[in-house]
């Protein structure tokens, strides 16, 4: 599958509007929620169903839902947690797992210090979910540790990405798709994507 661009037009414009310098911590929060919630649609779009018999005001018939329980949202702190709260908007039964990673900031190399994942995750489906895939590394970091636990399915999510970012988690990892709503044009020497938008984390929270 590769790398999904999802281009909707409502997530590009939301997506521009959160590129801005001068857009608000809140607003920037906000967005980032809502533009979860629209790439939900198409990262969960050949996700399993089953039948179940239900009633309607007229009648017994069949209809098919998802099984939330499956489905588990891995978000990769502390950033991770803007999409987190757009994606259980849509599928609040997902369970919720987390991976903490930070950038060491002179090798960029990712470095873990917290994993709490719900149980029997061979029987899951797992979103990672993080707004900045730059170098990538961790990326293959979260992912690494998750296929150690044997899910299911493994998918990446994130906002933005670029060419560099793609190549390192697909050279890891050319079995796990990316979803993404931009690729940008590459990193700058500190490592952060251009034209990008800045920080994410730092960004919805306030902290600069």
Do not use: W
Request: aromatic share 6%; proline share 6%; charged share 25%.
């Amino acid at each position: 599958m590769g790398v999904v661009v999802i281009d909707h037009p409502l997530v590009q414009h939301k997506l521009t509007l959160m590129r801005r310098k001068e857009a608000s911590t809140n607003s920037f929060r906000r967005l980032l929620t809502e533009i979860a919630a629209l790439m939900a649609y198409e990262v969960l779009r050949d996700i399993p169903l089953h039948d179940v018999e239900i009633e309607t005001p007229l009648e017994t018939t069949v209809g098919k839902v998802i099984d939330g329980k499956k489905l588990v949202f891995v978000s990769i702190l502390r950033a991770g947690s803007g999409i987190l709260d757009g994606m259980l908007d849509v599928v609040p039964g997902a369970r919720v797992g987390h991976i903490g990673l930070y950038r060491d900031p002179k090798t960029l190399v990712a470095v873990e210090y917290y994993f709490k994942m719900p149980s029997d995750l061979a029987e899951r489906d797992v979103v990672v979910v993080d707004p900045m895939m730059a170098t990538g590394h961790s990326a293959v970091a979260a992912v690494e540790r998750i296929l150690e636990l044997g899910p299911r399915s493994v998918r990446f999510v994130c906002l933005l990405t670029c060419p560099e970012g793609i190549a390192t988690l697909q050279g890891a990892h050319p079995e796990v798709p990316i979803y993404t709503a931009a690729v940008d044009r590459g990193l700058d020497e500190h490592g952060y994507i251009v034209p990008g938008l800045g920080d994410a984390g730092d960004r919805m929270f306030g902290t600069k």
